[in-house]
């Protein structure tokens, strides 16, 4: 009974968070392309989730910048982390339950001496950051670019789906995370899948749902937000809604659509506008927003409406220092 108590006080533990940000919360940036800076080789189906298995070092590293560069809240290395991907690999569910365990326990880690070490000088502008635990689209798993799609094809149903994720959700919950982060999800039916998950499963901490979208306009799959967020608004487990991994110049609208269709707190952290080609696995040159335009958009952003703001591919711990300087400044 203890451990529901402790769940149950944390369900107000977002909205703390952004009142203490003064009405807006940073998320912290990029993944991938910081480890790779950092050495790492994630060319691989599984991505930065790798690095849990030979660099684990280095994921406590990037957290480490993004906290130094103001984060609010820290994303694990959990997104294309799956039983079944580890399980491809050669390794046993055991040792995939730990490496998913381990991708809270890093970030929490990095958090937890940041923070010992920041809140002993005075005058700090820091807040105590809290740890969301990356839940990768069933297209992220898949590693073929299809969250930026939808199309799942017809033999994967929403008991496909939940089932996918459900075992995934137990071991990062038990984990320990403050909050759930799902990402790029791409259709009504996965959307569907998570919120029944969070019920089946009596989750009692903060999530988020956030979807991507290739058009600035609807889902990856066509589908309006309107029919998306209809589940999303009728759950009381789910805390905040978004978009992550879409193209900056769609945000301002997109947050516009998702205020009009549903009172949760909206959350957003696009990529830096360069396009991922899922099959060749590799980045196109596209018009894309440096730190400065980032800068002069977050506060944008957030009068429009957006609780938490960060960055996702190709965004580093400099956009989120330039974001979160400025979002401090004009609070």
């Known amino acids: 009974m203890v451990g ?8 107000s533990s977002l909205d703390d968070l952004i009142e203490k940000a003064g009405g807006c919360a940073v998320i912290d940036g990029g993944f991938a392309t910081r480890l790779e800076t950092h050495g790492a080789e994630i060319n691989d189906p599984l991505w930065s989730a790798l690095c849990l298995i030979k660099q684990p070092h280095l994921i406590k590293m990037v957290h480490l910048e993004y ?3 103001g984060a609010d809240v820290l994303v694990t290395s959990s997104y294309q982390a799956t039983i079944p991907g580890f399980i491809s690999k050669g390794l046993s569910i055991e040792e995939g339950e730990s490496l998913l365990d381990k991708s809270v326990k890093l970030a929490v880690e990095a958090r937890d001496k940041f923070w010992d070490a920041i809140k002993k000088v005075p005058g700090h502008s820091y807040n105590r950051a809290l740890v969301a635990a990356s839940i990768g689209s069933y297209g992220a798993y898949l590693a073929d670019g299809s969250e930026y799609s939808g199309n799942y094809g017809p033999a994967v149903n929403l008991q496909k789906l939940k089932e996918f994720h459900r075992h995934r959700l137990q071991v990062l919950v ?4 403050d909050l759930l982060a799902f ?15 969070l019920e089946e499963e009596n989750i009692n901490i903060p999530s988020w749902i956030c979807f991507s979208s290739v058009d600035g306009e609807n889902a990856p799959s066509g589908e309006s937000f309107n029919e998306c967020l209809e589940i999303i608004n009728k759950s009381n487990k789910v805390h905040a809604v978004g978009i992550n991994c879409a193209p900056p110049q769609f945000i301002e609208s997109l947050i ?8 949760k707190a ?3 952290y696009p990529n830096s ?7 060749a696995k590799k980045w196109l040159p596209s018009k894309c927003f440096g730190d400065d335009k980032f800068e002069l958009f977050a506060t944008r952003w957030r009068d429009l409406g957006a609780k938490l703001i960060g960055g996702c591919c190709r965004t580093t711990p400099s956009t989120i220092r330039a974001i979160s300087k400025v979002l401090k400044e004009s609070s």
Do not use: H
């Open 273 to 279: 506008g360069e396009v991922w080609d899922g099959r």
């Open 266 to 268: 909206i959350v957003i």
């Open 183 to 197: 990402e790029t999800i791409p259709n009504k039916l996965e959307a569907q899948a998570c919120v029944e998950l």
């Open 174 to 177: 038990e984990a320990g995370p």
């Open 256 to 263: 516009s659509k998702f205020k009009e269709l549903s009172e």
């Open 67 to 69: 906290l130094e560069a």
């Open 4 to 11: 529901m108590e402790k769940k149950a006080s944390s369900s």
